[in-house]
């Protein structure tokens, strides 16, 4: 298995309050990114980086911002939490462009009262 | 709009009897097609994939067959295993984007032993 971790795993926040999750990998893969998973609508992108501080936004961004700062860790920013951001996120890990072969790490599920 | 669909919500299929997933996509100029399988609590994980120059990829139980004149793919399990009864999301991507993948809203398993 890919060594991918998320944390937290499950958080629970208020309306407003900011919000950061965060992926680490292990397996010095380029291409890191963020889905969100809805009822109804599958895996979204919300922002992907395709190396050190290369980061672009995805299908979702509105509302979301992202740093990676070394290879192994990249960070989904939620600047001010809205319950429509209530979701299970995804971080996902590839090491190549080419093929659309994804690690996905366990999901961090979040909820936003 | 959604690019990739999968039409059908569920399927309950008996144990060593075919399973046949469907999905339909929209974008003419994608260059990968990919299926997902997910159980409760965890990630994605990589099934099979296929080429947009093939037209059936096989791995094991697992074959997928893409028709590019009708914009469909279709995913078949044979035989069908209760341990198949998951959440499967087909998937396609773009050779110059990233691995961006655009995922359909996902088809339930279940195996009837």
New interface residues.
Partial sequence: DAGITQSPRHKVTETGTPVTLRCHQTENHRYMYWYRQDPGHGLRLIHYSYGVKDTDKGEVSDGYSVSRSKTEDFLLTLESATSSQTSVYFCAISGTALTGELFFGEGSRLTVL | DQQ?K?NSPSLSVQEGRISILNCDYTNSMFD???WYKKYP??????LI?ISSIKDKNEDGRFTVFLNKSAKHLSLHIVPSQPGDSAVY?C???L?A??????????TRLTVIP
């Fill in positions: 990739v999968q990968y097609f990919l609590a965890e990630g994605p994980t990589f994939s999301f998937a396609a991507g050779r984007g990233a691995n961006n993948l655009f995922f359909g809203t996902g």
